[in-house]
């Protein structure tokens, strides 16, 4: 071998097919990988290279990188909370509450703008456990069935993180059902191939588990509670970011779901579309039917899941129509809904001329206007 010759096949190692000749401490076999897989540097790996799976298929956790907050971006959660787009927390009582922070760590985290955090607000002494979730449709879900996969994800403890040995249990949920909400209503069949107390230091750190998903799995989740101890100090949380599927053994380096952030975001619109909130915020166009009876449509910027629910804030003047003269509405309605488009209606308060057209807009600090087609 000092002559760089290539060897002769009496002391090669090579003994099939697509076998490659490398080298640890001697001469050896890196036997060749699966279909589709390809060839990777890897310095803990015995001759510093391996097969894995091709990143081409896209990361399924939506908004992994916690980017996208069309709902805003602190919520008090005491019931099943829809926060960051696509993920959900839930506490039986009061006292957890979940915001965006900023990760401001360029040397523990591959460059992740923002986190999100669990947090028991401080002095709260009930102990009953906090949760966070996301479940994904079956359309995401079937292409993983019957393969092994690894989860990932980057997490942190505050200084007074209260749960027994700092753990946060995380755990990758399976089911045989279709599209069903993971944590309101769990999974039909349900199975957690991934389930690890994860042990959690006030650094960020990547943790990846692994798992073999059985083949009549229809859908996945992720999941994540802690039970919390004692009376909650000011910084009893946790964060998290980061969050990936692969197929493989292997966590591959971190991507989001989307190559762009307006990629992300089309991509959560698919489940929840905010039109607007605030105060003089347009929602859409529209005119009067009737005297009674203000009619608008709102083109989704992408087509939803499934046919949307009018999400709405209501209250006294929190919403008007303007055509050279106000008339306020404190209620808004749905109609003739569809995955593409849909339309905004009163017919209880309105009062102008028929057939005049105007536009609706908000008018209070409160008003909130969404479509939502969450599973």
Do not use: H
């Not at 490398?22 to 050896?28: E, H, K, R």
Request: with cysteine; aromatic share 12%; charged share 10%.
């Amino acid at each position: 071998m000092a002559t760089g010759r290539v060897p002769t096949t009496a002391n090669s190692p090579l003994t099939a097919k697509g076998d490659l000749f490398t080298y640890s401490t001697a001469p050896a076999r890196l036997a060749v990988g699966n279909n589709g897989e390809s060839l990777v540097a890897d310095s803990a790996a015995t001759t510093g290279l391996r097969y894995s799976a091709t990143p081409s298929a896209s990361n399924p956790v939506l908004n992994s990188a916690f980017q996208v907050w069309q709902r805003g971006t602190t919520f008090t959660v005491s019931s099943f909370t829809y926060t960051a787009d696509r993920w959900q927390a839930y506490r039986a009582v009061a006292g957890y509450t979940v915001s965006r922070q900023t990760t401001s760590d360029t040397t523990n985290l591959p460059n992740i703008q923002y986190a999100l955090r669990g947090q028991r607000d401080s002095g709260n002494t009930s102990v009953s456990e906090i949760y966070l979730a996301q479940s994904f449709e079956s359309v995401n879900s079937i292409p993983f069935a019957g393969k092994t996969v690894t989860l990932s994800f980057y997490a942190r403890a505050g200084a007074n993180w209260s749960p027994a040995s700092g753990n946060l249990r995380v755990r990758l949920f399976t089911g045989t059902g279709t599209d069903q909400n993971l944590l309101s209503s769990g999974y039909t069949g349900s199975a957690s191939p991934i389930d690890n107390n994860v042990p959690l230091t006030t650094t960020w750190q990547r943790f990846t588990y692994s798992g073999a998903l059985a083949s009549t799995t229809t859908e996945i989740g992720v999941y994540a509670n802690a039970i919390p101890v004692g009376t909650a100090g000011a910084a009893d949380y946790f964060e998290i970011t980061g969050v990936q599927i692969d197929v493989g053994s292997v966590a591959l380096p971190f991507r989001t779901y989307a190559a762009t952030i307006q990629g992300e975001l089309a991509a959560c619109q698919r489940y929840f579309y905010l039109v607007a909130s605030g105060t003089g915020q347009l929602i859409a166009n529209g005119f009067y039917v009737l005297t009674t009876q203000f009619n608008s449509v709102v083109v989704l910027p992408v087509t939803m899941r499934s046919t949307p629910t009018l999400s709405v804030v209501t209250g006294t003047n929190y919403y008007d129509t303007y055509n050279g003269a106000n008339d306020f509405l404190d209620t808004l309605s749905i109609f003739g809904a569809g995955t593409k488009v849909s339309g905004i209606f009163n017919n209880t308060e309105a009062s102008g001329t028929q057939y005049r057209p105007a536009y609706l807009e908000t008018n209070n600090a409160a008003a909130f206007v969404a479509f939502s087609a969450e599973l």
